[in-house]
């Protein structure tokens, strides 16, 4: 009886010399498992599909080389394949698990070719395996989060300048203004204002007063400036963007200063002069966002200071030279009769005084400046020294 020669098992580098010849045909098979496995890579519309099956190719053989002995660990194609995922927008996660499908293919590979007749071998090769996926994997992470590092920064940096864009005047870069407007999803029309908060420690972030926003109907988009924080806001109607105006004087924030309305992106540069001098026109103490339609006085004060501090000077100069304890309590009896629309009993009770201590004090003032509260004329040179006092003092910007 004659027996037959053993067949001579393969070797590990029989194998993966075989592979390596038909590292395209394995490279097809492991696009199609991660297509099918992660939705990542099908719904990524910056990667393509050549791009995806390049990737593939260059890690297969790459890893195979390195398995059969011919060439050292080179990382390179983990590298750019790390990069490249994370400037398409495939996620971290995806990333790796192509990785981990990678194995599992070259090891099912070598399970097939070997037709079981390499088992011990086969267990040393599949931590060789494993253990290179893990290099690759980590190769390929640590770029990831290289490339996706400067992309946000990018972004967030594409995105201000976006911001500083809309705030601007439009007139002056119509391309850029239009592609902001675009970018942010902006309508040609509707009921816009502008609006300048000051800041200050009980500010809320942007997010928060988004939400807020949000929730009265009204969108907006936020920059940051050196004192505080400028904001565009729209809404279908003027009843909506009204109430985004008054939700915004609940939120904590500092002064609030509001532009007039106006209804197409166009005019936005404009109002945000007008909502930073509405701002400036703002009382400290005052809760309530201050329309820039409804303070005219506080606004040719802020317009002219130098004319501003004249009056204050030549009305209330006397009041004003006093010691601070006495000028404080006149000016603060002042400025409540005045809230009070001169009613001296409401002042009274907004100062929790009794209603002689109030006219004592008007008396004081009517003696001090000869200006008679009876006069309309003196009364409002009283008001109007009052106001530039109050907005060009110092500590106001």
């Known amino acids: 009886m004659v027996v037959s020669p053993d067949i001579a098992s393969p070797t590990p580098a029989d194998l993966l010399r075989d592979m390596r010849a038909s590292v395209d045909e394995l490279t097809d098979e492991l696009v199609a498992r991660i297509v099918s496995a992660e939705q990542d890579y099908a719904d990524a519309s910056l990667l393509t599909p050549e791009q995806l099956r390049s990737a593939c190719r260059d890690n297969l053989s790459s890893m195979l080389a390195n398995l059969d002995g011919t060439a050292p660990v080179r990382l390179e194609s983990a590298r750019d394949a790390g ?32 037709d079981g007749r390499a088992s011990r071998w086969l267990l040393d090769m599949a931590a060789q395996v494993w253990a290179l996926v893990d290099v690759y994997s980590d190769a390929a992470s640590d770029a990831y989060r290289v490339a996706a590092d400067l992309r946000a920064r990018e972004d967030a940096e594409a995105r201000r300048l976006l911001v500083r864009t809309l705030f601007a005047d439009h007139g002056a870069n119509p391309p850029g203004a239009a592609d902001a407007v675009r970018a942010f999803r902006i309508p040609d029309r509707a009921a816009f204002a502008v609006v300048s908060i000051e800041d200050a420690p009980s500010c809320p972030s942007a997010e928060s007063m988004q939400s807020e ?63 930073r001098q509405a701002r400036r026109c703002v009382l400290d103490g005052t809760a309530a966002a201050t329309r820039y339609d409804s303070v005219p006085v506080p606004l040719l004060m802020i317009r002219q200071p130098d004319a501003g501090q004249l009056a204050a000077r030549q009305v209330l100069g006397p009041v004003l030279a006093l010691p601070s304890a006495d000028r404080d309590s006149l000016l603060a009896t002042l400025e409540a009769w005045f809230a009070a629309r001169g009613s001296t009993t409401a002042a009274a009770a907004t100062l929790h005084y009794h209603r002689n201590t109030v006219l004592y004090r008007l008396r004081r003032i009517q003696e001090l400046t000869g200006r008679d509260f009876a006069d309309p004329v003196h009364a409002a040179e009283l008001y109007v020294g009052l106001c530039a006092h109050r907005l060009l003092g110092a500590g106001r910007d």
């Open 213 to 275: 926003l949000r929730a009265a109907g009204v969108d907006s988009v936020w920059d940051t400036e050196v004192d505080g924080r400028i904001g565009l806001l729209w809404a279908g109607t003027a009843a909506a963007l009204d109430a985004g105006v008054r939700a915004l004087g609940r939120v904590g924030a500092g002064r609030v200063g509001v532009s007039l309305d106006f209804g197409r992106p166009g005019e936005i540069g404009e109002a945000v002069d007008q909502a």
């Open 83 to 114: 990069r490249m995922k994370a400037e398409q927008g495939v996620s971290l996660a995806a990333l790796l698990h192509a990785f981990r499908l990678g194995g599992r293919l070259i090891w099912e590979e070598l399970m097939a070719r070997s």
